[in-house]
């Protein structure tokens, strides 16, 4: 069995910061590409970053420059480093992960989600 746990997410004050986390466990053999999304009350849930194994980030317009997506490979982490933030960034954060796994194949996995909750 396979689980994504996020941890991280809080109330904080418009400009402020806040660093996500997301740790995969159980029996892996390799992760791809790593994703955090996020979905706002009344709102599709959309892409906010990803990065590749070797750790080559993307970014959502909305976001560039304000976010920084990392991951270490030996932790099976992906981090989500959050700064300036706005108003308009509260929603509940979701970790994606494409996880391969020995004699099932590669899947999609996500994770609960953490609730990010940025005050004006």
């Known amino acids: 069995q396979v689980q994504l746990v996020e941890s991280g997410g809080g109330l904080v004050q418009a400009g402020g910061s806040l660093r996500l986390s997301c740790t995969a466990s159980?029996?892996?053999?390799?992760?791809?590409?790593m994703r955090w999304y996020r979905q706002a009350p009344g709102k599709q849930r959309e892409l906010v970053a990803a990065i590749t194994r070797e750790s080559t980030p993307n970014y959502v317009n909305s976001v560039k420059g304000r976010f920084t997506i990392s991951r270490d490979n030996a932790k099976k982490t992906v981090y989500l480093e959050m700064n300036n933030l706005k108003p308009e960034d509260t929603a509940v954060y979701y970790c994606?992960?494409?996880?391969?796994?020995?004699?099932?194949?590669?899947?999609?996995?996500w994770g609960q989600g953490t609730q990010v909750t940025v005050s004006s």
């Open positions: 159980g029996i892996i053999f390799r992760i791809d590409t």
């Open positions: 994606n992960a494409e996880i391969e796994r020995v004699w099932v194949g590669k899947d999609d996995y």
